[in-house]
């Protein structure tokens, strides 16, 4: 069953560019965490990453996820957001471009001159379950 995130929580998570720490499940059972940028829509979340990377192995595995969301300038203010991934290619780099141009002010390829060599692009689409926090 989806969840959904509150009023303040969709506003803070459109206006600001707070890093969101994603929790995955890697083979031995252990959490694997990785820091991303995420946009919204909707109730679902929404970042990049590529398909050789753990947390993109891990979803294709096993789409249990958390997303912990701490906002810097309110650190007792938090909100985590479980829930279910599905993965889809990003071949044009849609969403890729715009979490850069959210969190950098610049498409991608120009912040990371370096990410023509990266992997192949999936986007990672959280259906949020459960919602609990402060935020």
Same mark, same amino acid.
Do not use: C
């Given at each position: 069953m989806a969840a959904?995130?509150?009023?303040?929580?969709?506003?803070y998570l459109d206006e600001s560019r707070a890093f969101v720490t994603v929790a995955t499940i890697s083979p031995d059972g252990r959490p694997h965490l990785t820091v991303v940028w995420v946009i919204r829509d909707g109730d679902d979340l929404l970042f990049s990453t590529t398909v050789d990377r753990l947390q993109g192995?891990?979803?294709?595995?096993?789409?249990?996820?958390?997303?912990? %969301?701490?906002?810097?300038?309110?650190p007792y203010a938090y909100a985590e957001i479980r829930g279910t991934a599905t993965l889809a290619p990003d071949g044009d780099k849609e969403v890729l471009n715009?979490?850069?141009l959210k969190y950098t002010g610049k498409e991608y390829a120009t912040f990371n001159p370096s990410s023509k060599d990266d992997g192949e692009r999936i986007i990672v689409r959280v259906t949020p379950t459960k919602? %609990?926090?402060r935020l």
């Amino acid at each position: 069953m989806a969840a959904s995130l509150s009023d303040g929580l969709k506003k803070y998570l459109d206006e600001s560019r707070a890093f969101v720490t994603v929790a995955t499940i890697s083979p031995d059972g252990r959490p694997h965490l990785t820091v991303v940028w995420v946009i919204r829509d909707g109730d679902d979340l929404l970042f990049s990453t590529t398909v050789d990377r753990l947390q993109g192995k891990n979803l294709h595995r096993d789409p249990r996820i958390t997303l912990m %969301v701490n906002p810097p300038e309110n650190p007792y203010a938090y909100a985590e957001i479980r829930g279910t991934a599905t993965l889809a290619p990003d071949g044009d780099k849609e969403v890729l471009n715009q979490l850069s141009l959210k969190y950098t002010g610049k498409e991608y390829a120009t912040f990371n001159p370096s990410s023509k060599d990266d992997g192949e692009r999936i986007i990672v689409r959280v259906t949020p379950t459960k919602v %609990v926090g402060r935020l």
